[in-house]
């Protein structure tokens, strides 16, 4: 069974997908560093790939967010990071945008003309309900 707090979405694209799974992190720019503040180690997290509209998961934070724990991903621009681990197999979800509006995240339109949460951390309620389209034992 899962215990965790918060759930946590983080973003990446076709361009950086890999280097987060490679690195086992995620990452934000810098400026949106407070919003990352809440999270904790033991919070679950899923990554959303904005071109492919697909949640991939099941992670689990290992770290608080902080700047620089890997200065040289993304070639440094995205600075706040947080470490994670994947629980078990990756597992990849389509329709993302739907699954995450119908849990009761508030989405917005990023500059890529994607839809993603307003805010990357979010209560354990919501978590559950994103997590029914996972395999998993929570």
């Known amino acids: 069974m899962l215990q965790f707090e918060r759930g946590i979405t983080m973003l990446c694209d076709d361009r ?9 992190l995620f990452g934000d720019l810098a400026r949106r560093f407070q919003e990352l503040d809440e999270i904790r180690p033991g919070d ?6 904005m071109n492919r509209d697909e949640l991939l998961g099941i992670f689990r934070a290992c770290s608080k967010a ?9 070639d440094g621009k995205f600075e706040a990071q947080v470490r994670v681990e994947l629980i078990g197999k990756l597992q990849r979800i389509n ?3 739907f ?7 508030a989405m917005r339109q990023a500059t890529s003309g994607a839809l993603v949460p307003q805010f990357p951390v979010f209560e354990r309620g919501v978590m559950e309900k ?6 998993h034992d929570a």
């Open 16 to 24: 950086t997908e890999q280097e987060c799974l490679n690195c086992s």
């Open 44 to 49: 679950i997290g899923l990554l959303l790939n």
């Open 66 to 74: 902080q700047l620089h724990i890997e200065p040289d991903a993304w």
């Open 95 to 97: 329709d993302a945008a």
């Open 99 to 105: 699954i995450l509006k119908k849990a009761g995240l």
């Open 130 to 135: 994103i997590l029914t389209n996972f395999n």
